[in-house]
């Protein structure tokens, strides 16, 4: 079968959601100097859904370092030794002035907090004020129960973030504080009280592309909404080591991310400045159609005029909520 005729049959697939674990293996072997097929099948896929719209959203970092728990990946662990700024929870008034920011820019505004999970009295807090928050809100605060997450929800928050990291079996070689299932069951919380639920991960931990394939897969099966994908910026300090990953490979896992869920947003976060460089803009070709704009939790981004800029020199449009 020709390179093309394998796009043709993927497209087909993906659109009615039929992409099955041997299709997966043929994006994965996918070779290099033909990867433009596979990213006009996935560019394609996307705009059958989405047509030209992208799904910005900013962050806030609402309380930073000293966390319990000891994901390798990340330099707010107490676990590593890093050079992050410890702070505690911000006040009301910071909040919602990043919010109002964000309001002004058109971004959905997420507030994000470092540690296991905030207190209920915290929740309460983060809760009370949200609602004099302007615009769409969404929050990730931690392993959570249904109780704490309505009061979210009632509080006017629409989505809820809680990435599973990576896949079930490569888990325990990233964190060993809590288990890939605690992070499962606060997934299907947010779902049963009814928020929209943003769970990926991270890709460039030293996982193989099979357990990215289970990590694809399983994320499929959660149905969650929204889809981020962060390529690991190794922090010094931390854990782990600058990932091997050439960019052409970083956007194959897009592409085979966006063929597996073609209804889902697929939303890039951490790393694609540091990985992709000038190549950014290939993401929405290879098939995300969304990302986060002004920085992440401790480390900076390009900023939202640039962002705004290289958005509207590809012909996208950012989603207003």
């Not at 504080?177 to 499962?184: E, I, K």
């Amino acid at each position: 079968m020709s390179i093309f005729n394998k796009a043709q049959l993927l497209y087909e697939k993906s659109l009615n959601g039929k992409i099955d674990e041997s299709d997966m293996d043929m994006i994965i072997a996918w070779p290099e100097h033909e990867l433009s097929v596979l990213f006009a099948c996935a560019d394609q896929v996307r705009r059958r859904f989405f047509d030209d719209t992208v799904d910005p959203c900013s962050l806030m970092n609402i309380k930073s370092g000293n966390c319990s728990e000891d994901c390798a990946f990340c330099s707010q662990s107490a676990h590593n030794h890093t050079s992050v700024q410890v702070r505690e929870l911000a006040k009301s008034e910071e909040i919602k002035t990043q919010a109002n920011n964000a309001f002004q820019h058109h971004l959905p505004f997420c507030v994000v907090s470092s540690g296991r999970r905030l207190s209920t009295d915290e929740i309460r807090n983060i809760s009370n004020t949200l609602k004099e928050c302007p615009g769409e809100k969404h929050a990730s605060l931690g392993i959570l129960d249904e109780n704490e997450l309505q009061m979210l929800k009632d509080a006017g928050v629409v989505c809820y973030n809680h990435n599973i990291e990576t896949s079930r079996s490569y888990f325990p070689k990233i964190v060993t504080t809590h288990t890939w299932d605690d992070r499962v069951e606060t997934v299907r919380h947010a779902k049963k009280v009814g928020l929209h639920v943003c769970c990926g991960g991270i890709l460039g931990m030293g996982e193989t592309w099979k357990e990215r394939k289970e990590f694809c897969l399983q994320i499929r099966d959660l149905d969650v909404d929204t889809v981020p994908l962060n390529f690991l910026n190794a922090i010094p300090g931390t854990r782990l080591n600058t990932p091997v990953d050439s960019p052409l490979e970083f956007l194959k896992a897009v592409s085979l991310f966006r063929l597996v869920m073609p209804r889902r947003t697929i939303k890039i976060c951490g790393g694609r400045e540091l990985h992709l460089g000038p190549l950014q803009g290939l993401l929405f070709f290879a098939g995300a159609n969304g990302y986060v704009s002004g920085g992440y939790l401790t480390t900076s981004g390009a900023g939202v005029d640039k962002d705004d800029v290289l958005i509207e020199s590809l012909g996208l449009r950012k989603r207003i909520g």
